[in-house]
């Protein structure tokens, strides 16, 4: 019995010690950079090298914030497995079921028994090779595309976005214009959810597109073969 209380008392003063280095941390990065969100503090499987995610980024420390290494990956010699990026993988998960798929254009395929959101500009021309050479050779998959015009790159994606979402039949207008480049824009003055996609893309940190979103909740960011994004549709197998 002595044992057990020993080992386990051992075990809640490395917890306190660890959850002690994690405040310190968030409190040093916080003095130092008073704008930036610190999300998250964790302790690597390495000897005093900290994780810290913030600002949609994971950046590397020690127990003191006395340096901080950020852009770069963190490889394990042995597996040669990319750390950061599994990490950044797990950190970035969506919550598929929370997303509002009202606001998104449905497509469904064969039995539409896998699902993907996509977040895309109509005038983002990887959107448009997404859509005629990766997406289009899928089956059993449902689409839900949320228009996401990033105007700043492309002014005129607004209007189009309006034009194809106030179409009497948006998944015939949105495959019309990515297809073959036809488009009517005598109605845009329907009401939209493009602000409220904008809100959401911001709020899940989509800065390009194409961006997409799997049931599982990993992301995928640009025109990835169709290969690819039929194992992510299968959970990654």
Request: positive net charge.
């Amino acid at each position: 019995m002595l044992k057990k209380i020993i080992a386990a008392a051992a075990l809640m003063s490395v917890t306190a010690a660890t959850f002690a280095d994690e405040a310190s941390i968030r409190k040093a990065i916080q003095t130092a950079y008073p704008k930036v969100k610190v999300d998250s503090v964790a302790k690597t499987p390495y000897p005093g090298l900290y994780e810290v995610f913030l600002e949609g980024q994971i950046v590397y420390t020690d127990e003191n914030f006395s340096f901080f290494i950020a852009e770069g990956r963190l490889i394990d010699t042995k597996t040669k497995k990319d750390l950061t990026s599994s990490r950044m993988e797990d950190l970035t998960r969506v919550d598929f079921k929370s997303l509002p798929l009202d606001q998104a254009i449905k497509v469904v395929r064969g039995n539409g028994s896998r699902k993907v959101v996509v977040f895309s500009d109509p005038d983002c021309p990887y959107c448009k090779k997404l859509e005629v050479q990766e997406l289009a050779p899928l089956t059993d998959v449902t689409i839900y595309t949320f228009l996401y015009p990033l105007e700043g790159l492309h002014p005129d994606a607004g209007n189009k976005a309006k034009a194809i979402w106030c179409s009497a039949d948006r998944t015939k207008a949105w495959n019309d214009w990515m297809f073959k480049g036809q488009i009517d824009k005598s109605n845009t003055s329907c009401d939209t959810p493009l602000e409220k996609n904008a809100e959401l893309g911001r709020k899940l940190g989509v800065s390009s597109t194409p961006t997409l979103i799997f049931a599982d909740g990993r992301r995928m960011l640009g025109a990835y073969p169709s290969k690819d994004i039929e194992k992510a549709l299968n959970g990654g197998k």
